[in-house]
């Protein structure tokens, strides 16, 4: 799996997609939301694979095992590094996503990686108790949803840096943590609440780092990434 920080883009448009993109002279790992696939549908997944980017689709399906594993076998044909669901799903949700990639992937191709959202990086441990009705830390939920996912058979969960080294304990190195909430030292939280700085998600135990205002509405997106790719790096 590609290393590089993931740029999340959050633009609403195919124009503003490659305005951006075009600033850049090498390819990149990017994550693609619902706004922009709703947006734009599938033609904007091709178009960026087209340009030699790896692909994050990031639309975390949660619906009913026969379903899930439907469009899971049609986004498989599209030709993404990474693809996602909801762990609240449950074991036979996440399965049968996994047989729909599998299933829908082009013979020679690899599969794309799947992974499952814990609890969102929005998603403080109070709001969860009261709104959710989860009567567990916010520690022990992301534990018990990633284990559930690892049973299912998936590549690794999306969390907060926060969970990230308590998972690798316990569902292995290998098990993917990616965890969006990055953000530059000193810099806007937005909407999110379990946040780190790129070093210390690397200190901390993330596999991949999803980052998006912090290099989308830089003056100088280049060396904004630059910046966020040195220290993910260590250097």
């Known amino acids: 799996m590609n290393r590089k920080p993931i740029i999340a883009l959050d633009f609403p448009s195919e124009i503003e997609v490659f305005n951006f993109l075009n600033k850049f002279s090498e390819p990149l790992f990017v994550k693609i939301g619902m706004e922009l696939y709703m947006q734009e549908g599938p033609d904007i ?3 960026i694979k087209e340009q030699g980017h790896d692909i994050f689709l990031d639309l975390k399906l949660h619906d009913i095992p026969n379903t899930v594993k439907s469009a899971m076998k049609g986004l498989a044909r599209l ?7 909801h762990a609240v799903g449950g074991i036979n949700m996440m399965a049968g996503a996994l047989e729909g990639l599998e299933a829908g992937t082009p013979a020679g191709n690899e599969r794309p990686a799947l992974i ?10 109070e709001q969860m108790q009261k709104e959710q009705k989860i009567n567990l830390s916010l520690m022990e939920s992301v534990l018990h949803y990633a284990t559930l ?15 990230a080294g308590a998972i ?29 700085t790129p070093d210390g998600a690397r200190k901390d135990g993330s596999s991949l780092i999803v980052v998006g205002r912090a290099i989308t509405n830089a003056q ?4 904004a990434y630059q910046i966020v790719s040195e220290l993910w790096e260590g250097k």
């Open 79 to 85: 030709g993404v590094d990474l693809v996602n669901v």
């Open 168 to 196: 690798s304990e316990a569902c292995g190195e290998d098990f993917l943590r990616v965890t969006p909430g990055i953000r530059l030292a000193g810099g806007e939280v937005h909407d999110q609440k379990r946040i780190a």
């Open 220 to 223: 100088d997106p280049v060396s």
């Open 45 to 47: 997944v091709r178009k």
């Open 149 to 163: 996912t690892k049973q299912a058979g998936l590549d690794g969960v999306v969390c907060s840096v926060h969970e």
């Open 116 to 125: 499952a959202v814990t609890q969102l990086t929005s998603t403080t441990e």
